[in-house]
């Protein structure tokens, strides 16, 4: 069987609040469901698109890169405006661009970044009151905590995480043969306006992994946890050593880096880079 005759690879944003997630499900509004059903009206058949990895319900992106096989033979500017005339509000494409017929949105990524936004809160009270104190346009994106976090003690906590670790604490169960080792290349705490942001560069992650880390962060920050405690609870790869989960609305996937040869690297795609 020959291969495709071009590949597109495609960076979107979305507002996941109202999805089920990134993957296709049956009876469920998913990001993969509704721009495979843009392209489907678009080029009178059925097309399948490959994600750089899954989003849960209700998280959020600004770089998930998908690709497909044999996109129309046009100017990229009029596939995205001809996809855009055909996707919902909270879906947009970011870039185009094509690429090498062996790219691939998922296999051949070598890291991605996430953050997590947190909005800080002068209420005061307990945790419900921080909640019911968000501002509206924060409500879909954002999750609420104490304004007197300690952001010392988060980043002492986060230089830990940093290296190659057995990530089993900060993580939902997994399958046994995906494993439970990463390597996570960077953690860092940036203050933002009435704010903190999260960010999260690593390989590849496990499930719940960023979410987790987060709730790590905050409890830290907010003296619940040591941060002198981090090394001992990633060594003792027990999950009932957990911080909470924070909710889904905080996290974004930022980027998807694929280095020099990939989409959007230097030089990368083929042709017809738009960004």
């Known amino acids: 069987m020959s291969g495709p005759r071009s590949r597109l690879a495609l960076r979107l944003a979305y507002d996941g609040t109202d ?30 698109v490959v994600g750089s990895g899954r ?8 770089g998930q890169v998908c690709h497909l096989d044999d996109p129309p033979e046009w100017p990229l500017r009029r596939v995205v405006g001809a996809l855009h005339g055909r996707l919902p509000p ?3 494409v970011r870039g185009a661009a094509l690429v090498a017929s062996d790219f691939h949105a ?3 990524a070598r890291r991605k970044t996430y953050f997590y936004q947190l909005h800080l809160s002068d209420a ?18 954002f999750h609420a905590v104490p304004a007197r976090l300690d952001l010392a003690a988060m980043r002492s ?20 043969e995906r494993g439970t080792v990463r390597r996570v290349h960077a953690v860092r705490v940036l203050r933002v306006p009435r704010g903190v942001r999260v960010f999260v560069t690593g390989e590849g ?38 911080s909470h989960s924070l909710p889904a609305r905080g996290l974004f996937l930022w980027s998807v880096d694929y280095g020099r040869e990939g989409p ?10 738009l960004s």
């Open 106 to 108: 998922m296999h051949s």
């Open 90 to 92: 909270d879906v947009r």
């Open 157 to 176: 906590a986060a230089a830990h995480l940093v290296g190659i670790h057995d990530f089993t604490t900060f993580s939902k169960v997994m399958p046994a």
């Open 264 to 273: 959007w690297g230097g030089g990368a795609g083929r042709s017809g880079l």
């Open 124 to 141: 005061p009270g307990g945790q419900a009151d921080v909640l019911r104190s968000l501002p509206p346009h924060r409500r879909r994106t």
């Open 205 to 242: 992650f496990l499930y719940g992994m960023v979410r987790l880390l987060a709730g790590l962060l905050v409890d830290v920050g907010t003296g619940r946890v040591a941060a002198a405690s981090v090394p001992g609870r990633l060594a003792a790869a027990d999950r009932s050593l957990a």
């Open 19 to 48: 999805f089920a997630g990134w993957q296709m499900q049956l009876d469920r509004r998913t990001v993969q469901g509704v721009l495979q059903d843009a392209l489907a009206s678009l080029l009178a058949r059925e097309v399948r």
């Open 55 to 62: 989003t849960d319900a209700g998280v959020h992106a600004l």
